[in-house]
């Protein structure tokens, strides 16, 4: 069984930090993009970022310059440092792995439980 375990969410004020972890464990055969979505009260879930295997990312608009997604492969790991955070970044913020539990199987994506982030005075 997949498991993506997420941590570092919490209550920070405007222009601080924050960085995410999201693990992904159990029987896994290999992992293809990892990413971060949020959603806030409200609104639809919208991606943050993502990586590839190879490294490469994309960031949404409203985090470029501020936000970066990065990985480790060894430890199956996803990471988001989010900087000069702004009260607009309150939301719950969720990790997916796509991967796959057999060789044979096709890309199933997988989701964390979500974090809370809250950016407040």
């Known amino acids: 069984q997949v498991q993506l375990v997420e941590s570092g969410g919490g209550l920070v004020q405007p222009g601080g930090s924050l960085r995410l972890s999201c693990a992904a464990s159990?029987?896994?055969?290999?992992?293809?993009?990892m990413g971060w979505y949020r959603q806030a009260p409200g609104k639809e879930r919208e991606l943050v970022g993502v990586i590839t295997p190879g490294g490469r990312t994309n960031h949404a608009d409203s985090v470029k310059g501020r936000f970066t997604i990065f990985r480790d492969i060894a430890k199956n790991t996803v990471y988001l440092q989010m900087n000069s955070l702004k009260p607009e970044d309150t939301a719950v913020y969720y990790c997916?792995?796509?991967?796959?539990?057999?060789?044979?199987?096709?890309?199933?994506?997988?989701w964390g439980q979500g974090t809370q982030v809250t950016v407040s005075s």
């Open positions: 159990g029987t896994i055969r290999s992992i293809n993009d």
């Open positions: 997916y792995a796509s991967l796959r539990v057999r060789l044979w199987d096709t890309w199933s994506d997988y």
